[in-house]
């Protein structure tokens, strides 16, 4: 027997996820600075002052250490309702509150997917979203290009894939705005994806944690039916990361959904953290301008970065729209963008992640999100400097 024979099938065939592999070059690189964000993806501030002094007041509370409600803190969730309503234009919709969108994400698998079943995702595709399918058993998974030229998702090719697959993919799932592309779903676009699904008779989940990170007046928005799936974060718009706080919102008139979803929620977390769903209704008092006004804070590092990218060519970086990522194109010599990133760590201190790990060999993302302007600026220095030689030298041990 060998050394994985005693381990599940589902388990050692699931990718390692690439943030492992990351934190462990980190480790090994002295005064490196992070481009990758060692952790996720991250932004650079914390969460609002006003929610942390009030949630603090909450500590001593019994009910906080207890169990609560599996769907959530009742005045969360009416919160989100509303919340919901009013800036998503969410009006059929029920909420779950989840530790966090991957979390959420895992839930929906097991709520919607069979082992075996297969589903649509698009590259470059969200990593975390790819292993939970891989360790739900959810093996056949069917990756969909791209257009070259914004890296939007082919609906061409989706209705098409749809309509000759059987059995017909249970599900298909975008990230809007992407991780890890940066772009934006236009709303048109969305809508006929919905359309594509709906015809078909798929479910369509949409990764809604970047909802107020846009940029260049873009505005973000949110389709809504009986075959749709939302999911949103506290994490980015927040500062929440560690707190552990994201939630579904899901169709209220699909029988059995509910119950279906509460089996699944009860086994894997039964509830969020209570003092983190809290913090997440404290801080939504604050409002989405308490968000909108720290996004605008990274239009200065999307700047810095893009030009620091700019020895790629042109053509060679996208993204950007929305989220906080820039998707950047390697020369064709380096189609193993894994050994460029240990390269650039180890040589000139700057981390980013590769393409491979989102579906897309020969690619960088690079995310803005998580430095003050000042430390993006030296780490994207590195990152000019290093892009230079990788095209004038080679990498140069």
């Given at each position: 027997m060998g050394s994985h024979g005693m381990l599940a099938t589902r388990a050692v065939q699931t990718e390692m996820p690439v943030m492992v592999q990351i934190q462990e070059l980190v480790r090994g690189v002295k005064n490196s600075m992070s481009l990758a964000?060692?952790?996720?993806?991250?932004?650079?501030?914390?969460?609002p002052t006003e929610a942390l002094h009030k949630v603090k007041e909450l500590l001593w509370e019994p009910a906080i250490s207890k169990y609560g409600a599996d769907?959530?803190?009742?005045?969360?969730r009416e919160a989100l309702t509303e919340k919901l309503r009013k800036e998503n234009k969410l009006f059929k919709s029920s909420v779950m509150v989840t530790a966090g969108a991957n979390q959420a994400f895992v839930n929906l698998v097991l709520t919607l997917c069979d082992a075996g079943d297969c589903v649509v995702?698009?590259?470059?595709?969200?990593?975390?979203?790819?292993?939970?399918f891989q360790m739900?058993?959810?093996?056949?998974?069917l990756v969909g290009p791209g257009d070259p030229k914004t890296l939007h998702p082919d609906a061409d090719w989706l209705e098409k894939t749809l309509a000759e697959t059987k059995p017909v993919p249970k599900l298909v799932t975008v990230v809007n705005p992407g991780n890890p592309s940066g772009t934006y779903i236009p709303d048109p676009l969305l809508k006929r994806i919905a359309d594509v699904c709906k015809k078909a008779g798929c479910w369509l989940v949409v990764d809604n944690t970047y909802e107020y990170f846009m940029y260049d007046d873009l505005k973000h928005t949110c389709v809504e039916g009986d075959h749709i799936v939302n999911i949103f974060s506290f994490s980015k718009a927040?500062?929440?990361?560690?707190w552990r706080v994201g939630y579904i919102a899901y169709p209220t008139d699909v029988e059995g959904f509910t119950a279906q979803l509460l089996k699944v929620q009860d086994n894997i977390p039964i509830c969020a953290s209570i003092f983190s769903q809290y913090l997440a209704?404290?801080?939504?008092?604050?409002?989405?301008e308490w968000v909108t006004e720290r996004v605008k804070s990274l239009v200065k590092n999307r700047e810095i970065l893009t030009e620091a990218l700019s020895p790629l060519g042109q053509d060679a970086v996208k993204g950007g729209e929305g989220a906080i990522y820039l998707w950047a194109k390697?020369?064709?010599?380096?189609?193993?963008?894994?050994?460029?990133?240990?390269?650039l760590a180890h040589r000139h201190g700057v981390v980013?992640?590769?393409?491979?790990?989102?579906g897309c060999s020969g690619s960088l993302r690079i995310s803005f999100g998580g430095l003050v302007e000042d430390d993006c600026r030296v780490a994207a220095e590195r990152l000019r400097k290093g892009l230079e030689e990788l095209i004038r030298d080679g990498m140069v041990q």
């Open positions: 964000q060692v952790f996720g993806g991250v932004v650079h501030w914390q969460p769907e959530g803190v009742p005045e969360l995702m698009f590259a470059p595709y969200y990593f975390n979203a790819y292993m939970s739900t058993g959810v093996t056949n998974i927040y500062g929440m990361m560690g209704l404290y801080s939504l008092e604050m409002g989405p390697l020369p064709e010599a380096y189609v193993n963008d894994f050994d460029v990133v240990r390269w980013a992640i590769p393409g491979s790990a989102c």
